[in-house]
């Protein structure tokens, strides 16, 4: 049985799991399914089209499945879908689908820190950290445990890649390929996230065989094309080389550059 607020406003189609806790002036609307175990505490509003999993913390003022901030929205019936043991702080908003793609998604084990957005239609992870005030535009799509700091700003339709750390502060309009530290203004690659790494249990082989594939395409003097085709003709076939290589050709904005000297 869920120990629901007398104070909380829930809409009787409103779909709750058991054993949740929806604190005081929390706001559910119709169209929303809650899974088991959630905590929602006090001012929390989940509006229509809301599928939340089981496990969540959703701490004061936060807003989920909100009408996207886009002016092609005319109220199509879309979807934000957040998964289980997210923590997701204070003030956080997250936009529901548009017709693009008709959902927005947060996977699961995330933690999603205080006044954070993500746009309609981007897909987020499992097992990523996201800064404090960052902000994603629509449609930005982000791969597992990416770190990803404070106040950064990435623009509409980005690609970030799995295992990166991007610093504080960073703009980007460009993808972040996997296992990269993207940092400075205008950000840039600045080598390997060996500390993230060897966190996740990497070996030394294999983050040396990353290391190598970065250097191959930012300081061996070619092109991005002829880069990958060395890599492709003279690297071992890794899971982790053909992640890189995938991530880069498939890349529709470009990449970030090395940083700037």
């Excluded at 959630?38 to 009408?67: D, E, Q």
């Excluded at 997701?88 to 995330?110: C, L, M, P, Q, Y």
């Excluded at 972040?176 to 790494?197: C, D, F, K, M, S």
Aim: hydrophobic residues 35%; negative net charge; glycine residues 10%.
């Amino acid at each position: 049985m869920s120990d629901i607020s007398n104070l909380a406003y829930i809409h009787p189609e409103a779909k709750i799991g058991e054993n949740c806790k929806i604190g005081p002036f929390c706001f559910i609307d119709k169209n929303v399914e809650i899974g088991d175990n959630n905590v929602l505490m006090n001012n929390v509003s989940i509006h229509y089209g809301a599928r939340i999993g089981n496990g969540n913390t959703f701490f004061p003022g936060c807003s989920i499945s909100t009408i996207p901030q886009d002016l092609k929205f005319h109220g199509e019936d879309t979807l934000a879908i957040v998964g289980d043991n997210n923590s997701i702080r204070e003030n956080v908003t997250i936009s529901r689908g548009t017709a693009s793609k008709g959902k927005t998604v947060v996977g699961s084990n995330n933690l999603l820190m205080e006044n954070m957005h993500v746009a309609h239609d981007c897909v987020i992870g499992s097992g990523c950290i996201i800064g404090n005030s960052t902000k994603f535009a629509g449609e930005v799509v982000v791969d597992d445990n990416a770190i990803i700091s404070a106040v950064v700003l990435i623009h509409q339709f980005c690609h970030i890649g799995g295992f990166v750390m991007v610093q504080g502060g960073c703009r980007s309009s460009k993808d972040i390929p996997p296992y990269a530290i993207a940092a400075r203004e205008p950000i840039g690659y600045a080598g390997i996230n060996i500390v993230g790494l060897r966190r996740r249990g990497y070996s030394n082989e294999t983050i040396e065989l990353i290391h190598n594939a970065y250097r191959t395409i930012y300081q061996s003097g070619l092109n991005t094309t002829d880069a990958l085709k060395k890599i492709d003709e003279e690297f071992p076939k890794t899971p982790e080389i053909n992640y890189i290589v995938d991530f880069i050709r498939n890349s529709s904005r470009g990449i970030i550059p090395a940083v700037a000297k």
